[in-house]
T-cell receptor, first 115, second 113 residues
Framework: AQTVTQSQPEMSVQEAETVTLSCTYDTSESDYYLFWYKQPPSRQMILVIRQEAYKQQNATENRFSVNFQKAAKSFSLKISDSQLGDAAMYFCAYRIRQGAQKLVFGQGTRLTINP | KAGVTQTPRYLIKTRGQQVTLSCSPISGHRSVSWYQQTPGQGLQFLFEYFSETQRNKGNFPGRFSGRQFSNSRSEMNVSTLELGDSALYLC????????????FGPGTRLTVT
């Protein structure tokens, strides 16, 4: 069974600084997606960034980037120039690429931005 | 284009009752998935529907059921409610089953007393 683990229940960072959220996963599949979702207090789940397992290049979306280490089954999220609006729960998620939309989520990391 | 809508947004039910939650996907999206979010168990997959057919089901008891209509709208039903069913129920839609992105609705907060 696939599992996703986020070992940091809470993180905090000063505004404008950089923070890295950790995620590890376990799967026997070779073709899959990894995602980071953000859930602000409104509870609306928002996709931050995705990574296809077959791509070696790390995904980047503006201030958000990932460090994808396939052999180590590690998928961390780096947020640069942190902003107050980045405060939220962040969930790492996994799904196989073909055949199912089922997402497997980690337990989440609560990110606080200190002004 | 309107996003995923879920109704009702909040619901209070009594143990033993049943409840039906509704999800309207983004126009044109044919795949709908449901998730349960609780403080203890986190986010767990309930089921996935595509073209009115259940494609996947999570590890939940038979009290949890769902369906999808020809217009892609989906409902989930929980019978004989238990206190532990109190949760945020999230619906997500995607264009196809192999689409990489799922768009989530705002959720339905169910409280069982």
């Amino acid at each position: 069974a696939q599992t996703v683990t986020q070992s940091q229940p809470e993180m905090s960072v000063q505004e404008a600084e950089t923070v890295t959220l950790s995620c590890t996963y376990d799967t026997s599949e070779s073709d899959y997606y990894l995602f980071w979702y953000k859930q602000p207090p409104s509870r609306q789940m928002i996709l931050v960034i995705r990574q296809e397992a077959y791509k070696q290049q790390n995904a980047t979306e503006n201030r958000f980037s990932v460090n994808f280490q396939k052999a180590a089954k590690s998928f961390s999220l780096k947020i640069s120039d942190s902003q107050l609006g980045d405060a939220a729960m962040y969930f790492c998620a996994y799904r196989i690429r073909q055949g199912a939309q089922k997402l497997v989520f980690g337990q989440g990391t609560r990110l606080t931005i200190n002004p | 284009k309107a996003g995923v809508t879920q109704t009702p947004r909040y619901l209070i039910k009594t143990r033993g009752q049943q409840v039906t939650l509704s999800c309207s996907p983004i126009s044109g999206h044919r795949s709908v998935s449901w998730y349960q979010q609780t403080p203890g168990q986190g986010l767990q997959f309930l089921f996935e529907y595509f073209s009115e057919t259940q494609r996947n089901k999570g590890n939940f008891p038979g009290r949890f059921s769902g369906r999808q209509f020809s217009n892609s709208r989906s409902e989930m039903n929980v019978s004989t409610l238990e206190l532990g069913d109190s949760a945020l129920y999230l619906c997500a839609s995607s264009l196809r089953t192999d689409s990489y992105e799922q768009y989530f609705g705002p959720g339905t907060r169910l409280t069982v007393t």
